[in-house]
T-cell receptor
Framework: DSGVTQTPKHLITATGQRVTLRCSPR?????VYWYQQSLDQGLQFLIH???????AKGNILERFSAQQFPDLHSELNLSSLELGDSALYFC?????????????FGPGTRLTVL | GESVGLHLPTLSVQEGDNSIINCAYS??????FIWYKQESGKGPQFIID?????DKRQGQRVTVLLNKTVKHLSLQIAATQPGDSAVYFC???????????FGKGTKLSVIP
C-alpha cells in the first residue's frame, strides 16, 4: 500500500458526461501528479500540482481540468467524455515537487465510457 | 485484476534465473531515469533510479545500467522470483522538466 488513495475504483459512464476523480496523497506529501494509462498510449503524464499550484502540464486535453485543495487532496475533472477517454487514471504523490523526488502511485480509477 | 492490455513485449524466465529488461529512450537531454514495476490491479511502484552522471546503480537484487551513447537503459533482476512477475516500465525526465515520460513497458513472466 503506497499510502495514496483514489476514489472511485471503478466508474462507468456515458459519452458526453462529466466525472470527477479524487486523490488523497500520502500524509505530508505536497505534490500530486495525474497520469492516464490507456491501451494504445501507455502511461502518460497529465498534470502536476505542488502545494495547491499547478507546476507542470503534460498531454492533458482541454476537456480535462484538475485542482489541488488546501488540504492537499486533488480532483481530476473530465468533461464531454468520449469513448477514447476510457482508461486507468492514476494519481501519484511526492514529498516535494523536485524532479528526483520518488513518486508514490495510488491504485488507480478505471474509467469506462460507453 | 486490472491489466493494461497493451501488446507488450514479453520476457519469460525460469524462477531463479536472472532477468534483463531493456529500454531505449529518445531524448538526449534526459538526465534522470527510473524503473517502475506494475503488478496486475495496482499502480506503478518505484524500483530504482539513476542519474545521467552514473553508468550503473545497484539495489537489492536489481541493477540498472545506463548507456548514454546509445540511449539505452536496462534493468537486471537477479534470482528472479514469482513475485517479480509484472509489467516493468522505464521512465525518463529531461533537464528542467517535471514531466516523466514512460516507455511502453515489458511484461515479465516468471515460470516456477
Amino acid at each position: 500500500d503506497s499510502g495514496v488513495t483514489q476514489t472511485p475504483k471503478h466508474l462507468i459512464t456515458a459519452t458526453g458526461q462529466r466525472v470527477t476523480l479524487r486523490c488523497s496523497p500520502r500524509s505530508g506529501d505536497l505534490s500530486v501528479y495525474w497520469y492516464q494509462q490507456s491501451l494504445d498510449q501507455g502511461l502518460q503524464f497529465l498534470i502536476h500540482y505542488y502545494n495547491g499550484e499547478e507546476r507542470a502540464k503534460g498531454n492533458i486535453l482541454e476537456r480535462f481540468s484538475a485542482q489541488q485543495f488546501p488540504d492537499l487532496h486533488s480532483e481530476l475533472n473530465l468533461s464531454s467524455l468520449e469513448l477514447g477517454d476510457s482508461a486507468l487514471y492514476f494519481c501519484a504523490s511526492s514529498v516535494w515537487g523536485t524532479r528526483d523526488n520518488e513518486q508514490f502511485f495510488g491504485p488507480g480509477t478505471r474509467l469506462t465510457v460507453l | 485484476g486490472e491489466s493494461v492490455g497493451l501488446h507488450l513485449p514479453t520476457l519469460s524466465v525460469q524462477e531463479g534465473d536472472n532477468s534483463i529488461i531493456n529500454c531505449a529512450y529518445s531524448n538526449s537531454a534526459s538526465d534522470y531515469f527510473i524503473w517502475y514495476k506494475q503488478e496486475s490491479g495496482k499502480g506503478p511502484q518505484f524500483i530504482i533510479d539513476i542519474r545521467s552522471n552514473m553508468d550503473k546503480r545497484q539495489g537489492q537484487r536489481v541493477t540498472v545500467l545506463l548507456n548514454k551513447t546509445v540511449k539505452h537503459l536496462s534493468l537486471q533482476i537477479a534470482a528472479t522470483q514469482p513475485g517479480d512477475s509484472a509489467v516493468y516500465f522505464c521512465a525518463e525526465n529531461g533537464a528542467g522538466s517535471y514531466q516523466l515520460t514512460f516507455g511502453k513497458g515489458t511484461k515479465l513472466s516468471v515460470i516456477p
